[in-house]
C-alpha cells in the first residue's frame, strides 16, 4: 500500500480530495433533501470573505522567506465567525475555505450563537525554530487584524497551533490595539484569560459522542478496544477519556508512524511520553506499527483525529470497527465514506463528533465578555449537555430520514441557519418547502 502522506499530498486537488468540492455536494444534497431551493445552496456554498496574506519573514540565517496565510470566514448571521488557526505545508484556499463551512455547520448543530471561520498558513513548523515560529504567528496576525476581532472573527488552535502559539497572537493583537482584548481568540493559556477545560474540550466532547453511539449500538465500553491516527491535541486527549471509560486503546499513530500493544497502550504513561516532547513511535513499551497498517486492526472503535483524507477507497475496506469517530475534520472522502455505509459502520460525522473544541471556545468567548471565570466542572457540565443535545438532535433525523449520521447532521445545521435566514427575511416562501414550512 502506498504511504498515506504521499498519497494525500497528490491527491488533494482532484475532485475527490478536495475538502471544499466535497463539503459542496455535500451542502447540495442535504439542502435537497430538505426540499429547499438552490437559493440557499448558492449562499451557502461561498464563504462570505475570504482573504490571503503574505507573511514576509526573516529566517535565522539572515534570508527573507515569504510564507502565504488565509482567513475565511464563512457565515455571520447567527455570531461572529469563529475557527482555528492551522499551520501546516498542504494549507491552501480551498481548504479553508471547507472547514469554515464546516464550523459554520458545526456551531449550528451545537445551536452555538456563532457563524464559522478558519486560517491558515502554508508551512511545515517542525523546519522553524521557535523565534521564527513566533515571528511568522505574530506577523499572521497583524495582517489578518483588520477582519477579526471579538465582535467580527474570533481565531483558535488547530494542526500545529496550541494555547502557546495563540499566547504570542494576543500578545500581538493587544500591542496593535493599545489595550486587552481576551475576546479576540480562544485556546489561549489560563493566565491570559483561557477557559479552564478547553486544552480538553475536544477530545472530551469526542468521547461523550462515542459514549452515546455505543448506547445506541448496545456495545458496553469496558468490553471495547479502539486505535486512533493522530496523537496531538485532540487524538491525545481522546485516548485518555476513552481509556478512563475503561476502553483498551491498543493502537496510536502520530505523523512519524505509529505503536500497538494487545493487551492495550499505557495511555496515561503513554501522554506523559508525548509530552515530553516525543514522537508516539519512540515509546518503549510497545511495538511499531505503520499508518498503514492501522486501518486494518480489529478494533470496536476507530477514531481518526489527524488530517483530511484518510478515510479513502483504499482505506475503508480494511476498517473493521463498529464506530468511526471522526475528531478530524473531513478524514473521510465520499467513496470512503460509501464503503462504511455498505459495510454497516456508525459514523460520527465530523461536524458532531469534534464539536467540543468550538463549543468550550464559545464558553470562553463568554467567559472574557464577562470578565468572569467558571470552574471547570462547571465548563465541562455545560460541554456534556450541549454535545448530549446535539447527538440527540442528529439522531432523531437520521431516524426520521432513515438515513446516516452524517446527511442528518449536515441537514440539522442546514436548517438551523435557515431558520435565521428567515428571520432576518433573506429568504421568502418560494425558497422554502411546504415540507420546511411544516
Ligand atoms: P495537532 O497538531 O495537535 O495534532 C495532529 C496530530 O496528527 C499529530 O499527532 C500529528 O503528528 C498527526 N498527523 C499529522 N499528519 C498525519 C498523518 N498523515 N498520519 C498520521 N498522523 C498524522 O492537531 P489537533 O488540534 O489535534 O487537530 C487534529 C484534527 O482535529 C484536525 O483535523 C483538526 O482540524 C481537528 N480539530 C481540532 C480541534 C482542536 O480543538 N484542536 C477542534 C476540532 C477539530
Redesign the pocket.
Known sequence: MMN??DK?EADITTHNKNPYKIVKELLKDSITELGLSDNIYNILKKPMRVLEVSIPIRMDNGELRNFTGYRSQHLDILGPTKG?I?FHPQVNADEVKA?SIWMSLKSAILDLPLGGGKGGVIVDPSELSERELEELSRTYIRKITPIIGPQKDIP???????PEVMGWMIDEYDKLRGFNVPGMLT?KPVILGGSLGRLE??GRGVVITIREAARVLGMNLSECTASL????????MTAKFLHELGVKVVAV????G?IYSKEGLNIPELLEFVQAGN??VGYPHASPLS?DELFGLPVDIFVP????N?ITKDTAPYIKAKIVAE?????TTPEGDRILEENNVFVIP?ILC?????TV?YFEWVQNAMNYYWKEEEVNQKLEERMVTGFENVLKMRNEQNGRMRKAAYMVGISHIVKAFKARGWIKTPDLSRNYLN
Open positions: 498515506i502522506r494525500v482555528g492551522r472547514l483558535a488552535p488547530d494542526v500545529n497551533t496550541n485556546g474540550a475536544t491516527q493522530g496523537f496531538g491535541n485532540v487524538g491525545s499513530t502520530d505523523a512519524n505509529g514522537s508516539v499508518n483525529a489527524a488530517i483530511e484518510q475528531a478530524a475534520n473531513g478524514p465530523d469534534n464539536a467540543g473544541g468550538v471556545s
